[in-house]
């Protein structure tokens, strides 16, 4: 079965930190552009970072650019995104998701909440 599993969630004081982690099982990461999403409540689903396993090439938002990392390692099949300086506008439900066109793979979502 293909499966991403996200973990890491938590509920964290403004100025705080958090390392999300993606597993990945059912097919290999490296071939794949890999995004984490997030979605608050009553808002819509958006893109926070993503990366490309095959070359390392990252991108971020502007609303976490210089605040969270996003990581991979393929020898465990797996996908990062350390948070820093957290806010509470980054509480969100985060997803991972894995893309290579058409194929496109979700993540069931794990909950930040940060504290002000």
């Known amino acids: 079965d293909v499966q991403l599993q996200a973990s890491g969630g938590g509920l964290v004081q403004a100025g705080g930190s958090l390392r999300l982690s993606c597993a990945a099982s059912?097919?290999?990461?490296?071939?794949?552009?890999i995004a984490w999403f997030r979605q608050a409540p009553g808002k819509e689903r958006d893109g926070v970072s993503c990366?490309?396993?095959?070359?390392?090439?990252?991108y971020y938002s502007d609303s976490v650019k210089g605040r969270f990392t996003i990581s991979s390692d393929n020898a465990k099949n797996m996908v990062y995104l350390q948070m820093n300086s957290l806010k509470p506008e980054d509480t969100a439900v985060y997803y991972c998701?894995?893309?290579?066109?058409?194929?496109?793979?979700w993540g069931q979502g794990t909950l930040v909440t940060v504290s002000s």
């Open positions: 998701n894995a893309r290579r066109l058409p194929i496109n793979y």
């Open positions: 059912g097919f290999t990461l490296d071939d794949y552009a």
């Open positions: 990366i490309s396993s095959s070359d390392g090439n990252t």
